[in-house]
């Protein structure tokens, strides 16, 4: 746990999986990646579905950012995506710090891709699709929602209806309109290089700040500026956005937090050679 200002900040671990290498890594060529991160057999590398809670017991809110892969997934997708749900998870991430599914007011979804919201939905009685959290508001941001409503061919696979499909008929769904302060101390960045219109949410405190990069710094890999995801539908974009996110947090010695390294959570950084790298994981 780490406090950041009105914030006390946990990373929670939904569960492992794994993508095509060379997917992950766009036009960087294996042998550079693979020092990062060993690939198995079928060229997958291992990634984690982390979720970051922030508590603010001031205002008696719970946030949740993103909710990971989810239980809905059938056999032939458990073995192509390598989905390992034999830990904790959420529900387990929650039990350690006192807390139950039901305590979770707010979840702030950075996209739809189906690694960030599988856990919006589960089966529950009778193999009903009922909403995983009860009592939260979940914030999407408009121009995506409508995106991941009429995706191209590119990025069609990387949306499951059956995560998201109930949250407009059960009153649960805020369509936010870009950037702003969701909550105090609660920035939403809006960014345009992965998908339309994904929301990167930061969180101030006194002269320093945390930043979940989502999938515009999935890992500690893609600190390198040019390492860019193949998925990314606009990858110039993403360049530009990841250089400001590196700026700013250099500049006050902000954290990076990682939504899919396979062992760190969140780091600092320092220059070296002229370029952000990275310095020291940041436990939370
Ligand atoms: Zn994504």
Request: hydrophobic content about 40%.
């Amino acid at each position: 746990m780490l406090t950041l200002g009105r914030y006390r900040l946990s990373a929670i671990l939904d569960g492992m999986f794994a993508l095509d290498g060379g997917a992950m890594f766009g036009v960087v060529p294996r042998p550079l990646w693979e020092r990062q991160t060993r690939p198995d057999t079928r060229n997958r590398v291992r990634l984690a579905a982390r979720c970051l809670l922030a508590l603010d017991e001031a205002a008696r809110r719970a946030i949740l950012v993103d909710d990971g892969l989810g239980d809905k997934w059938d056999a032939k997708r458990t073995d192509i995506y390598a989905i390992d749900r034999s830990g904790a998870g959420i529900d387990g991430g929650l039990a350690a710090l006192g807390l139950r599914r039901g305590d979770i007011t707010d979840v702030v979804l950075t996209h739809l891709h189906f690694d960030h919201v599988g856990g919006t939905t589960r089966h529950g009685p009778g193999g009903v699709l009922e909403l995983t959290f009860p009592n939260a508001i979940f914030h999407v941001q408009r121009r995506h929602w409508q995106w991941a409503h009429g995706p191209t061919e590119k990025d069609a696979g990387s949306y499951i209806m059956e995560n998201f499909a109930l949250l407009e008929h059960a009153g649960r769904l805020h369509l936010i309109e870009g950037e702003g302060e969701l909550f105090p101390d609660l920035e939403l960045i809006v960014s345009e290089g992965h998908t339309v219109a994904q929301q990167l949410p930061r969180f101030h405190a006194a002269g320093t700040h945390l930043t979940h990069c989502g999938d515009v710094i999935p890992t500690r890999a893609h600190v390198r500026v040019p390492w860019v995801m193949a998925y990314d539908l606009f990858p110039l974009t993403t360049i530009e956005e990841k250089k400001m996110l590196l700026a700013e947090a250099l500049e006050d010695d902000g954290i990076l937090f990682f939504g899919h390294d396979p062992d760190v959570a969140a780091c600092r950084l320092h220059e070296e050679n002229g370029h952000p790298a990275f310095r020291e994981a940041v436990t939370l």
